[in-house]
């Protein structure tokens, strides 16, 4: 009895612990080096759970965000000069978002309630943009990608404040994602971003609309 109640605890008693999985493509960028297969330590024992949900939640609805602003931007700009643009840096914020649909469940985190919000609201940001022509829909990611490099910024800090080993693959995580947006930023402002009409007051007031909404995307 003894025995059996010892391997019940083995097979059930880590509920912190993911098992063994294949890696996916984003992943293989970061472990490679590991080879093709992964042990998921992570959590670790004595992470800062509120942080924890909070940084997941809040990085989901923003890459959601930017999905649907990407697929405003298509549907207006699909057929020009500036789509394959928009498309390949669409396709790495799918990656994105898939990577934080996957630790939403993993980690069990709750999703913003205003997701139906974003969904409207991203897509007519960025169809609204993109009808003002190829400019303006390259200053809105400009304004966009900014915000967010500068929040992924932030939440590295408050991960490295509270124990950057426990949270090493969550930081390098973000670490990847911030580098992405960055390359995003600096490919609105090559395809002409600032000469768009009145780019200064739309970048501005899309900014912030973008910090309301990682204000209010962690908290409910």
């Given at each position: 009895?003894?025995?059996?109640?010892?391997?019940?605890?083995?097979?059930?008693?880590?509920?912190?612990?993911?098992?063994?999985?294949?890696?996916?493509?984003?992943?293989?960028?970061?472990?490679?080096?590991?080879?093709?297969?992964l042990v998921?330590?992570?959590p670790?024992?004595?992470?800062?759970?509120?942080?924890?949900?909070?940084?997941?939640?809040?990085?989901?609805?923003g890459?959601?965000?930017?999905?649907?602003?990407?697929?405003?931007?298509m549907?207006?700009?699909?057929?020009?000069?500036a789509?394959p643009?928009?498309?390949?840096?669409?396709?790495?914020?799918?990656?994105?978002?898939?990577?934080?649909?996957?630790?939403?469940?993993?980690?069990?985190?709750?999703?913003?309630?205003?997701?139906?919000?974003?969904?409207?609201?991203?897509f007519?940001?960025?169809?609204?943009?993109?009808?003002?022509?190829?400019?303006?829909?390259?200053?809105?990611?400009?304004?966009?990608?900014?915000?967010?490099?500068?929040h992924?910024?932030?939440?590295?800090?408050?991960?490295?404040e509270?124990?950057?080993?426990?949270?090493?693959?969550?930081?390098?995580?973000i670490?990847?994602?911030?580098?992405e947006?960055?390359?995003?930023?600096?490919?609105?402002?090559?395809?002409?971003?600032?000469?768009?009409?009145?780019y200064?007051?739309?970048?501005?007031?899309?900014?912030?609309?973008?910090?309301?909404a990682?204000?209010?995307?962690?908290?409910i």
């Amino acid at each position: 009895m003894l025995l059996l109640s010892v391997r019940l605890f083995l097979v059930r008693g880590r509920p912190n612990r993911a098992p063994v999985r294949e890696l996916r493509p984003f992943e293989a960028g970061l472990y490679g080096a590991l080879g093709s297969r992964l042990v998921s330590l992570w959590p670790a024992v004595g992470v800062n759970k509120a942080v924890l949900d909070r940084i997941i939640r809040v990085d989901h609805a923003g890459e959601y965000g930017a999905n649907r602003i990407y697929a405003g931007q298509m549907a207006i700009l699909s057929r020009t000069a500036a789509g394959p643009v928009i498309q390949h840096m669409w396709t790495q914020e799918k990656a994105h978002l898939e990577k934080f649909e996957e630790l939403m469940v993993e980690h069990r985190v709750r999703p913003t309630i205003l997701m139906p919000f974003w969904y409207l609201s991203g897509f007519a940001l960025g169809a609204g943009t993109a009808l003002l022509g190829k400019q303006a829909a390259m200053a809105c990611t400009v304004a966009i990608e900014e915000s967010i490099a500068e929040h992924y910024n932030g939440q590295i800090r408050t991960l490295m404040e509270e124990d950057p080993e426990k949270y090493q693959y969550l930081l390098q995580v973000i670490k990847k994602f911030r580098d992405e947006e960055l390359e995003h930023h600096d490919t609105g402002l090559e395809h002409n971003a600032e000469l768009a009409p009145a780019y200064s007051v739309l970048k501005n007031i899309i900014q912030i609309g973008c910090k309301a909404a990682i204000f209010l995307s962690e908290r409910i």
